[in-house]
């Protein structure tokens, strides 16, 4: 089973960019047989390069309401509500664009709440702060889809 993990943001918007630092930082990880991570930026042009995944996982900030660093579990269809409804900081172009290069993966997302989406450099002092834990939550959960 071959898994994916994409880091997806705007690394010159703060907090927006802590998936693709979530990402960076899984390259450079010990990681199980079978994954691999990339930094997809904000392009929706790395779906190409995934169409021959067993899994996706997308690491994207999202805006839920909760404590800056939460981690919320989602899937792809939750991930690109709008309205009312879950707030991805990005569209989810990067979904809809797998599913029509390939059969599909199966998709998943992890969103991290955010504090601060402005220009800027660096993550806030919260986030930054919450990326141990959060590296931590996305090894456990890549160490137990090997099960499956």
Known sequence: MRTVV?????????DDGIGVCIARALMDADLPKGVEAIDAGTSADAAYALASADRVLILDAARLGGPPGTVYRLTAEEAALTGDGVRSCHDMGLVQTLRTVSAGPVVEVLGIEPKEIEWGIGLSAEVEASVPHILQIVLQELKGSQCS
């Open 6 to 14: 994409v880091g997806v943001g705007n690394t010159l918007m703060r």
